[in-house]
């Protein structure tokens, strides 16, 4: 975990959305550095701010712990625009139990069709049907309180 913890640091250093996602897991799970609540999410805000969909998806769900269901809708609404699967899903349970109207959920629907429209290709079709942590792993059973 050294080299790729100095790896993704100075790639941080340089706003690089995936290497401060990648370093909010670090610290969250304690892997080659010590676990650090406050580090995991200022990395995980960092790389949301940049644009990386699971980091906004992971602060919903950091969100719906702490009982702010409006911000964790938000946080989920802007992963749904960024094209993730796992938010369409956990929108959907939000839409059945009320925290989200019929409006913002077909608005979610319509930006997050138009970003996967915009980013398919064979390639990109190719190293998704790779990924080992897969969108609806990451959404789960995600249970509204």
Do not use: N
Request: overall charge negative; glycine content about 6%.
């Amino acid at each position: 975990y050294d080299g790729a913890f100095e790896y993704w640091s100075k790639a941080a250093q340089l706003d690089d959305a995936m290497a401060h996602f990648d370093l909010s897991l670090l610290y969250e799970k304690g892997e080659g550095v010590e676990e650090d609540e406050k580090k995991r999410t200022y990395h995980l805000e960092e790389a949301a701010i940049a644009g990386h969909p699971r980091a906004r998806f992971f602060l919903g769900s950091f969100e719906l712990k702490s009982k702010r269901h409006d911000r964790a809708v938000k946080h989920w609404i802007i992963a749904a625009k960024l094209g993730l699967d796992g938010s369409i899903r956990v929108l959907k349970q939000c839409y059945k139990g009320g925290l989200v109207s019929k409006e913002e959920f077909a608005a979610a629907l319509r930006a997050h069709q138009a970003a996967v429209d915009a980013t398919k290709s064979p390639q990109r079709e190719e190293a998704a049907a790779a990924l080992i942590v897969t969108d609806a792993q990451l959404a789960g059973e995600m249970q509204l309180e």
